[in-house]
């Protein structure tokens, strides 16, 4: 019986609909809009504020001005990434030095002095605790230089003017203008950059900003890119520009990301994600002096330590694997050594090498610990003296030597340039894919995100490879 | 094999490169063509059939076995068995070469344009997908939804009345609201009216009309109207059409003596330092791009003005309610103003 007076006002109300058209949203809106401004004018006062606003307008004009509007982006964000790169370097070798250098040997002796088999002890100190140590030394310092810094420029006001300027640009990509600022972040982290999306509305563009993050080359992967191209790209030029040559591959790989960015962007746009709403808006909000103390306070908690923990985390099991599968036998060798073999040939084939293909798929976890791990297996596979014993990750100070284990690993001029191809071209760490994950909570995307820039990588490192053989 | 020859290798990569291309290239791609043809059924030939009939019957031409075959794209042979399995369940009447619908075929067909109009609907307030794609995915969708996922989704969508060309939804009893207005090719000159209707077929055309950024629900004056072109004003803008085009677009004359808010023009055209005052979103703007314009402020009365021009000219940043909001200009020819 209940049902039936239900049943009629549903009746109604789809009566009433056709009658009043579909107009009544604006409606609504305007409803609203003219009661809350009657409500304003009745009981607030407005005198201040109007020289503010004309202040602002000057900042604008120049911020967002034909002459100066770019040249004041570039070198911004310019000095943001050279402060955070320069800046890193000092406190990075202290945590080294106190991580790695000190602390490590000292579990080491601890550990012998209370008879901890050595078994248990290379996992948990050399596998373990080496990984997490590593990721930290690496990743802290960068993280909590980068973070605040963007995080003052986003509260000051500027990162939206940005955007502004930008957006044209990125329309033509099929992308939003904001993905400029996702992408600056992910030069910090790609993991805060995916986080930092939120800030696009638009869930088709955001999805593009998302998958396409990992093109911006990441903190992990700098020191990997600047390391090979001092070693390499230095080496083939007189020495009196080398240091010039190596800093311009690094640009160029780093630019070269952009590149990719703006391609997959226009490619997903077109395909995989037409389907998916696209709006556009952009707030340009009010400058106001940014509020130092709690911008760094929220930028060291919200930022870098949580994704510093998520890299922890992920780094402890990487760690584990990788002391695992080097001291793990099979027959007269380590799983190791038999990895590295049955990919030699595909690695060969790509211009990179097996140990190369062996140090990414462990090093999933982190960019961080690619170099490390490659130094280690290159030793023992070559069985050359150096290093730390097997599956103890390591790194040397002096650059020249690292060189000396690279070319003694059969590294040529093509292993360093492929090396550096496959290092911005490869799948995203865990930590951002797992980041990916939760903010699109979709396997689908999360996939693509993941598989699409290794298979890229694959396509670019083959075809470098055999364009060098065929002419070199 | 011996994979040290780079030649070889390039080879081998360009000829599986090419394959790929072939065959999964957007919508030619042989995969998608091969899975398209999977898809075709009884089912869907009836359903285009009747939709045909119905089509001829709405303007008064005749329905024949030859107009059918040359109208689908199906096999001539497979149409013929379905049209006499028709006839055997009564949705059609055969007469010698002629075609009829009986009239539980004419309430089927309302069924499947049903279907499709609330598809469009749902492509256009729910989905990004280009407004050329939406006539192409609504005739794949007609054939698959039932009557209670049909249902469902018109009280998703809220019981629209029209799709957004303007065409109306049949409604579930089979009732179907009333179009008026004439084609703008027939219009004379000094006609005053609002379009109504912008018919997505063909593509050729329907290109053109998108192109010309012409949108539904706009008021228009006819300027000039001949043989060769047809001239319209509409919100600020003139507007030059070929006749074919201009048969594409269906204009409701304003009865009475309305005079045209000649001042309406669109918030592209607003120059830096000027001031106008908003009257309205087009309808072509719609779901979430409208609510979020509405939600900014951007509605009838509200006082809006160039805030600042972005280096690369577009976007715009417009100052509306105190707030400094950049517009793409694609999105500020959708908003209607009166300059000051």
Redesign the interface.
Known sequence: MAKKPIKNIIKLS?DL??QI??DF??NL??GI??DAAELVSNSVQTDSGKKRFRLD?KI??II???TW??PLMFLILGVVLWLTIIGANYPSGMLAQLLLDTIHPLLKSGASSIGMPWWLDGFLIDGVYLAVAWVIAVMLPPMAIFFPLFTLLEDFGYLPRVA??L???F?KAGAH?KQALTMSMGFGCNAAGVVATRII?S??ERLIAIITNNFSLCNGRWPTQILIATIFIGAVVPSSVSGLASVGAVIGIAILGMVFMFFSSWALS??VL????????????PYRPPRFWKTLYTSLIDRTLIVLWRAIVFAAPAGAVIWLISNIMIGDHSIAYWMINGLD?FGW?LGLNGVILVAYIVAIPANEIVIPTILMLTVLVTGIAGGEGAGVMFELDSVTATGDILRAGGWTLLTAVNLMLFSLLHNPCSTTIYTIYKETKSAKWTTLASIAPVIMGFVVT??V???W??FG | MN?SN??Y??II?LILSVLAYLLFR?TKGWFWIFKNNLKVNEKTVIEDILKLLFHYENSNKKGTIDSVTRGLKFNDSLIIDVLKEMSIKELIQLDGEDLSLTNSGRDYALKIIRVHRLWEKYLAE?????KL?WHERAEDMEHKLSPKETNLLATEL?????DPHGDPIPTHKGKVAEVKGDLLSKLPVNTVGRITHIEDEPDVIYKQILAENIHIGSQIRVIENNAKRIVFYSEGEEFILAPVVASNLTIDVFEKEVTLEEDMVRLSSLQEGETASIL??SKECR???????????F????AIKI?????????K?YLVKG??????DI?ASKILIKKQ
């Open positions: 789809n609909r056709w058209g579909d949203h604006d809106a305007e809009y003219a307008s604008d004009k967002t001005s034909k509007g770019f502004f300027n957006d044209a640009l329309k203008g509305d869930p088709r077109k395909t037409k389907g998916e709403v696209s709006t556009f808006n952009l707030e340009l909000p040939g084939l083959f075809l490879a055999q364009i053989r065929l | 994979l780079p030649i290798n390039l990569f957007p729910k989905t990004g997908f280009d794609e809220g019981q629209p009345m029209y309205g979103i779901g979430d791009a409208r609510r979020r314009l509405l939600d900014l402020g509605v009838k009365g509200t805030d600042l021009i972005s280096p690369l000219k577009n976007p940043a707030t400094s909001i950049a517009l793409r999105q």
